[in-house]
C-alpha cells in the first residue's frame, strides 16, 4: 500500500497528465507553431522522470 507521502506524489503525477490534456486544447489552442505543445508536453515529461526518481529510489531498501 502507497504511504501518504507516495499519494501525494501520485496526486502530483495525476494532476500533471491532466494538465498535459488540458492545457494544449485550451491555453494553446492559438499556438500555430508546433513547439508550442510540445514544449510544455517536454517540460511535463521531465517533471514526472523527476517525480518517478523520487519515489523509486528508495525501493530497494
Not at 12 to 29: D, N, R, S
Amino acid at each position: 500500500m502507497l504511504k501518504a507521502n507516495e499519494w501525494k506524489w501520485a496526486l502530483g503525477i495525476f494532476v500533471i497528465v491532466l494538465l498535459a490534456y488540458i492545457i494544449p486544447y485550451t491555453l494553446l489552442t492559438d499556438v500555430a507553431a508546433w513547439y508550442g505543445s510540445f514544449f510544455f508536453w517536454t517540460i511535463l515529461t521531465v517533471i514526472i522522470i523527476f517525480i518517478n526518481y523520487f519515489l523509486t529510489k528508495n525501493w530497494g531498501k
